[in-house]
């Protein structure tokens, strides 16, 4: 038998959750400002709420995955926020891209409201969701971890447990750093041999085969080449993850220089107005085109 769940934030990654969650036997409650995601939970078998409230009322654990902190403390913290649903023994499992000292000092007023809440950052995009192979990093008490591992284990190809409340965050980060200022960096040397005159088979199968070779050169090399701007992952979420890599660098007291020069040409694309398509579309920048 399932577990009573709410999800809050049925977007692009939220959606597809909440699907595999309901085809994983569990009863899921949602909420969206979005009516047209709140359509679709209901389609897929979910049962839409009126606030976050009432998610918490139908529910002994409770996803968020939402865009800035102050949607975050909103639907927790909030007025009509889990924490004031009462719901003894209720965990949040919150998913979202933080600041991790933020993410911690949430934990602790929410720990103090009763609500037990764990940082579970994920690597991945929707095809990630929809193989069930994203990578969780989860940041809080091990046996909050323990409770919450077999409901996110079938979702993903690895549930790590990173230490106490925000080092789910910081490693999210950390991961974004390598991965989102890669996307750039892959996208200057893919043009470098554009520009020499080489094909892109033969780009391709050199880098295949060499030291380059790697998941960020297979999830994105084709795309970046081919122009292929259909979005796995909005270039607005690099902007604003790469901000929080450069932010969280400069409270540790060193200079993320590589993360600041990737983040300008992800907010040259922003500010083109391509923030909703596909990160590969910064070859357009590097290509002039923004201007």
Known sequence: MGEKLGFIGLGKMGTPLTRNLIADSHKVSGFDIDTARMDQLTEAGGTPCANAKEVAEHSDMVFTMLLKPEHIEMNTIGPEGIATAGKEGLILIEMSTMNPTWSAELAGKLEARGVEMVDA?????????????????????????????????????????????????????????????????????????????????????????????????????????????????????????LGLCVDLAREKGFDASMAAAGLEMFRRAHEAGWSEDDCSRVVDVYEGKDR
């Open 121 to 241: 950052p994920v690597s991945g995009t929707v095809p990630h969701v929809e193989s069930r192979t994203l990578a969780y990093m989860v940041g809080g008490k091990k046996e909050i971890f323990e409770r919450i591992k077999p409901i996110i284990e079938p979702l993903a190809k690895s549930v790590l447990h990173t230490g106490p409340n925000g080092t789910g965050c910081s490693m999210k980060l950390v991961t974004n750093l390598i991965v989102n200022a890669g996307v750039a960096l892959l996208t200057e040397g893919l043009l470098l041999g554009e520009r020499s005159g080489l094909s892109h088979d033969t780009i391709m199968s050199c880098l295949r085969s060499g030291a380059a070779a790697g998941v960020l050169l297979d999830l994105k090399g084709e795309k970046i080449l081919a122009r292929d701007y259909t979005p796995h992952g909005a270039l607005s979420i690099y902007v604003k993850d």
